[in-house]
Each structure stands twice: as C-alpha cells, then as structure tokens.
C-alpha cells in the first residue's frame, strides 16, 4: 500500500482504539461541556461590554470553551498519545514495519482533528440549544479557518513539546503545566478586559491568546465584516511553523535512557 493510504488506515485505527474505551471517551467529550456549564452556572447572569455593545456572558463563554476544546484535543492529547507510545516501545518498534514513521504520527494527529471537530460541534450545539447563543452567519468563514489553524498549530506545538518530555511520567504534569496556566490568562475561562497590561502582553506572546481572539472576534454578534482577526491569525501562524520546526528537528523515536 502506498504511504498515504496508510496513514489514512491508522488514523482509522486511532479513531477505532479511542470509541473503543467508552469511559475515556465519554470523559473527554463530557470535559469541555463541564466547564461550560459551571461557568454558565457562575457567571451566566452577568454581561459583557465588547467591541460594538453588549453581549451576553454565554456568548463569551463558547468560543472560550471550543478554544479549551480545541487545544484538549490537538495539544495535550497529541503530547501525551506520543510520550505514552514512546515509552512503551511503540514507535520503535513502527519503525521496523512496513509502515512509514510519518504516518504513525499522521494518524494521531488525523484522530485529534477530528476529534476537535466533533468537540466544537457538541459545545455549539449546547450553546445554541441551552443558552440561545447565535452564530454570526457573517463571520462563520473567519470561525472555520480560526479553527483549522488553530487544530493545525496546536497539533504542531503538540509534537514539539514532547522532544523535552524525558518519559511518559511526567507528560501529564509538563503538558498541564504548559497550557492550563495560559487558558486563565488568555480570554478562555476568565473575560480579561480590567486586567493589567503588564498580563495581556504576556499572555499575547503566546498562541492561546490569539487563538481565543480570533474566536472571539468572529463570535462577536456585532461584527459587521467578515470576522478575520488578521494579527491573530498570523501570529498563530508563525507559532504553528515554529512548532513544526521545532518537532522536525528535536523529535525522538525512542525514550531518554
């Protein structure tokens, strides 16, 4: 078989082990939506001021969640899917098959894209149905290349951090301790419009910040173009190519001694 008809079968594969472990599946889904029901629960009463008027905490709060979705499934998974098959010999042993190395990581991040997919349609569907937020007809282009970029970005970054994992152990504790610090930070669980500068420029030097502004924008009800947050999308960019840089050329097939 040719090298993409096989990654095309093992992101089969990786989709069919993942349904296959119902529990895991349903936690990973059932995350997000937690999330946005607690801070719904908390803060749904309340109001935001935006660019153009005002809008509902709700509103907020879904794009901020899909962007935590989003990043759940092609950042930590994708890290820590990788560490995991590392340390116990996996991808090693790939090596030594018919099947290319590339495709092996193909189906991993193929798994996560479609798994960040099926995520943004579950917390857009409970937005609409349960807390009557609308999707901006207008800018839903914006919010689909948002997404797409930032499924790809964070897949790249995903990979890239496993090169200063030493082993599966401590995948959890660097891959939380990596991305949960900037969701707080970066207009994804907290609305950050009274919070020191000195913060907002931090949290803008990294992607999170801009892949929540992105969504954001294109979320907004008041938006009258088409919802492309051009900055944020190209700095998002820039993030994604040096993520890829970086898996190309520290990533390890096998675990530290």
Known sequence: MRGLALALRQVRYENA????????????IAFPLMFLVIFNLLFGSTE????????????????GITVMGVIGACYTNVALGVC???DGGLLKRVRGTPLPGWALLFGKVGHAVLL??????IILAAGVLFYGVDIPSNALPAFVVSLALGAAVFCALGLAITAVIPNADAAPAVVNASILPLLFISDVFIPLH??????????????????????????????????????DLAILAAWGVAGLALAVRFFRWEPRA
């Open 17 to 28: 082990g993942f349904w296959r472990n119902p529990l895991a599946a349903f936690f990973t």
């Open 48 to 63: 935001l001021d935006v660019e153009g008027g005002v809008i509902s905490t709700s509103t907020f709060y879904v794009p």
């Open 84 to 86: 995991f098959s590392r």
């Open 116 to 121: 960040a997919m099926l995520l943004v349609v």
């Open 194 to 231: 009274d919070a020191p500068a000195w913060l907002t420029t931090f949290a803008d030097v990294f992607p999170v910040s801009h892949f929540a502004g992105a969504l954001h924008t294109a979320f907004n009800p008041f938006e009258t173009g088409l919802g492309f947050e051009v900055l």
